[in-house]
């Protein structure tokens, strides 16, 4: 079983959808990283969180430490959101483990 | 600031042969960090360190090295190049004040990558 496990690992919505990525995690954390990669693109954080809810734009992002387990939401979908999400989590010792990634596509 | 600036971009190399990938950041970050990723696949980390003459193995470690004698870099070092080792190299960095939810904590930045081929 994998530390970092995402669902779902392909989404399709139309656009003005409201879209949710998931990310559980086995291990102890210090942070956890959201991360948005478009088609041959480099690496962008959008989200580093240790607790609560954090928002920027239309998206937000939460994480419940008790249950080991982060949400990314998106409002209001749009196309130049098809990238791939990545959740990655930085370890008490320090490790940095990446999910698999979720492939959006955003529709017209 | 420059950021994560990894060079090269490209780079074929022969069965056999070395090289390094080098990684610089001018954001006084502790954190480095080496992963790769395979076509269609998720990132795997290399090595990561946590300063300066520190460096710990990540995931997949075998026909790699690196050393962090700066703050600043923190080269990867191919010895032997095999077909295995094609995938897209990328360095990153962070500076933790090692307390979760510090807000001397930083998010991740990354290079642009270097997409390596090994025929």
């Known amino acids: 079983k994998n530390e970092v496990e995402q669902s779902p690992q392909n989404l399709t919505a139309q656009e003005g959808e409201f879209i949710t990525i998931n990310c559980s995690y086995s291990?102890?954390?210090?942070?956890l990283h959201w991360l948005q990669q478009h088609p041959g693109g480099g690496i962008v954080s959008l989200f580093m969180?240790?607790?609560g809810k954090k928002k920027h734009g239309r998206l937000i992002a939460t994480i419940n430490i008790q249950e080991k387990h982060s949400s990314l939401h998106i409002t209001a979908s749009h196309p130049r959101d098809s990238a791939v999400y990545i959740c990655?989590?930085?370890?008490?010792?320090?490790?940095?483990?990446f999910g698999t990634g979720t492939r959006l596509q955003v529709t017209l | 600031n420059a950021g994560v600036t990894q060079t090269p971009k490209f780079r074929i190399l022969k069965i056999g042969q070395s090289m390094t990938l080098q990684c610089t950041q001018d954001?006084?970050?502790?954190?480095m960090y080496w992963y790769r990723q395979d076509p269609g696949m998720g990132l795997k980390l290399i090595y990561y360190s946590v300063g300066a003459g520190i460096t710990d193995k990540g995931e997949v470690p075998n026909g790699y090295n690196v050393s962090r004698s700066t703050t600043e870099d923190f080269p990867l070092r191919l010895e032997l190049a095999a077909p295995s080792q094609t995938s897209v190299y990328f360095c990153?960095?962070?500076?933790?004040?090692?307390?979760?939810?510090?807000?001397?904590?930083?998010?991740?930045?990354f290079g642009n990558g270097t997409r390596l081929t090994v025929t």
């Open positions: 990153a960095s962070s500076y933790s004040a090692r307390f979760p939810g510090s807000r001397y904590n930083s998010p991740l930045h």
């Open positions: 969180l240790s607790s």
């Open positions: 990655a989590v930085t370890g008490t010792a320090s490790k940095l483990t």
């Open positions: 954001m006084n970050h502790n954190y």
């Open positions: 291990v102890g954390i210090s942070a």
